[in-house]
C-alpha cells in the first residue's frame, strides 16, 4: 500500500541539523533551527530545570494517566505567566488552559477546535510567517492567507499595509499574531501597533490567535506579553498558543499551552469539553514530564527566581551577539546598513540575502541557515563571529 506514496524533502528548518552534523569543516557555524546555545555552542539544560527534576523524582509517586488536560496545576500557573496574575477574564472563569504536546501540539489542537467551531473559518497569518504554521494549521483542513507584515526593504513591520489587509476581516475568523520575538523575522509590533490591533479586532469580530513560542526572549516576561494582555482587556475572545521550548529550555520533552479566553464561562465549558475530546481523539492526553517541571518551577519561589536569573542571561547574551554582529559586519566592510539586526528582537533575523548568497554561505563556507536568510542569533560566539561576518562580506559581493 505504501508503494504509491512520494518522497518528500527534508523539513525546511529541521532538515539544517542533519546536514550541519555531517559536515566535517572544523569552522562550520549552525545558525538553522532556533534553539538557544551557549558560547561552546551546547544548549544546556537549565539549572532550575535539573534541580526541578531532582525534586520532581523525589515526589512523584504514581504514574497513572493525567488526563487530556494535563495538570490543572501547571495550567493555572502558566495563565498567571501568560495573561499576569489576577487577570480579570481569568478570575471570571473565562479563560481556560490545558497542557499540550509543546507549541506545535497547542497550535494543532486550536486548528482543531477552530475547524468544529466555524468549518469555513480562514486564519490569517502574517507574510512572513513561521514555515510550520502552514501545515499545522492547514492540515486541519483551515482556509489559510496571508497578511504583510515584513517590508525587506526597511527591514521594519508595514504597518499601514497590515492595517489595509485587516480591516477587511470579519467576524468568524482569526489572525495569527506572534506575541513577540518574531519568528522569522524578528521585527516585532509596537504598544500602539498591538492597540490599534485590539480595537480593529473589536470593531471587526475577528479572534487574535496569538503564537507565544519565545516569552522573556525579547525585553522580559512581562514586557513581551503586552500585546496578548492588551487584547485580553479588549476583545471578548482570543486565542494563546504558549511554548516552554524555548524560555525553560524544554525543546524534546513537549511541554506547551493552549489558553483560550471564551466570550463567557458558559462558551469555556463547552470549548473545553469540544477540546478534551479531540485530544482524546488525537493522543489521549498530552506528556508529563516538561510540564511537571514547569510547574515545578513556578509553585517554587527560589526555582522561580533561579530560571528568571538565566533566562534573563539567555536573552541578554543574544542582545549582545546582535550588538556585536553588527558591528564586525561593519568593521569587515560589509555592504550596506546592518543595523536593523541590533535593533530586532528575539532569536531570529532576516540577514536580507539572496537565495544564492545563501547557498554559498552553507555550501562555501559552512555555515547553516534556513533559504529565506533567517539566522538563529544564538549559533552566534565570541569565537565564530569573525568568520560569520568575513563569509558574509564575501558572500555580499557575489
Ligand atoms: C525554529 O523556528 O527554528 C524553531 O521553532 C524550531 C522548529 O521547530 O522549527
Not at 120 to 132: E, R
Not at 143 to 163: C, E, G, L, Q
Not at 174 to 185: A, I, T
Request: aromatic share 8%.
Amino acid at each position: 500500500m505504501f508503494e504509491g506514496l512520494t518522497a518528500l524533502p527534508a523539513d525546511p528548518i529541521l532538515g539544517l541539523s542533519a546536514a550541519y552534523q555531517a559536515d566535517t569543516n572544523p569552522k562550520k557555524i549552525d545558525l538553522g533551527v532556533g534553539v538557544y546555545k551557549d558560547e561552546q555552542g551546547n544548549t544546556p539544560v537549565l539549572k532550575a530545570v535539573k534541580q526541578a527534576e531532582v525534586e520532581y523524582h523525589n515526589r512523584e509517586t504514581s504514574k497513572v494517566y493525567i488526563g487530556p488536560p494535563g495538570s490543572a496545576a501547571a495550567n493555572e500557573l502558566l495563565q498567571a505567566l501568560i495573561f499576569g496574575a489576577d487577570h480579570a477574564a481569568v478570575s471570571a472563569g473565562r479563560v481556560r488552559t490545558i497542557q499540550t504536546p509543546g507549541g506545535c501540539g497547542s497550535l494543532r489542537n486550536a486548528a482543531e477546535l477552530i475547524k468544529k467551531a466555524n468549518p469555513s473559518a480562514t486564519v490569517w497569518v502574517s507574510d512572513p510567517t513561521w514555515a510550520n504554521h502552514i501545515p499545522l494549521l492547514g492540515n486541519a483542513g483551515l482556509a489559510i492567507k496571508t497578511y504583510p507584515y515584513y517590508d525587506h526593504a526597511t527591514k521594519r513591520v508595514n504597518f499601514s499595509a497590515m492595517m489595509d489587509t485587516l480591516k477587511d476581516v470579519t467576524k468568524g475568523d482569526l489572525v495569527l499574531l506572534h506575541g513577540c520575538c518574531h519568528n522569522p523575522c524578528g521585527a516585532d509590533l509596537s504598544q500602539d501597533q498591538w492597540q490599534a490591533i485590539a480595537e480593529l479586532a473589536l470593531q471587526n469580530g475577528f479572534t487574535p490567535f496569538i503564537d507565544m513560542a519565545y516569552q522573556g526572549f525579547g525585553e522580559g516576561l512581562d514586557q513581551d506579553a503586552y500585546g496578548i494582555r492588551l487584547l485580553a482587556d479588549t476583545v471578548p475572545e482570543m486565542i494563546v498558543s504558549s511554548s516552554c521550548s524555548k524560555n525553560f529550555g524544554l525543546y524534546r520533552e513537549r511541554a506547551g499551552a493552549l489558553s483560550i479566553m471564551y466570550a463567557s464561562s458558559a462558551d469555556a465549558d463547552k470549548g473545553q469539553s469540544n477540546l478534551f475530546s479531540l485530544v482524546r481523539g488525537m493522543y489521549s492526553m498530552p506528556p508529563n514530564h516538561g510540564s511537571a517541571i514547569v510547574e515545578t518551577i513556578l509553585g517554587s519561589p527560589n526555582l522561580t527566581a533561579t530560571w528568571h536569573k538565566e533566562l534573563a542571561e539567555m536573552r541578554e547574551r543574544i542582545k549582545s551577539l546582535r550588538a556585536l554582529l553588527n558591528q564586525k559586519l561593519q568593521e569587515k566592510g560589509a555592504e550596506g546598513d546592518f543595523s536593523f539586526i541590533e535593533r530586532q528582537s528575539g532569536m531570529f533575523s532576516f540577514l536580507g540575502i539572496n537565495k544564492e548568497q545563501v547557498h554559498s554561505l552553507v555550501h562555501d563556507y559552512s555555515i547553516y541557515l534556513v533559504d529565506s536568510s533567517r539566522i538563529n542569533i544564538a549559533g552566534i560566539s565570541l569565537a565564530n563571529v569573525d568568520y560569520l561576518a568575513e563569509s558574509i562580506v564575501a558572500v555580499l559581493k557575489k
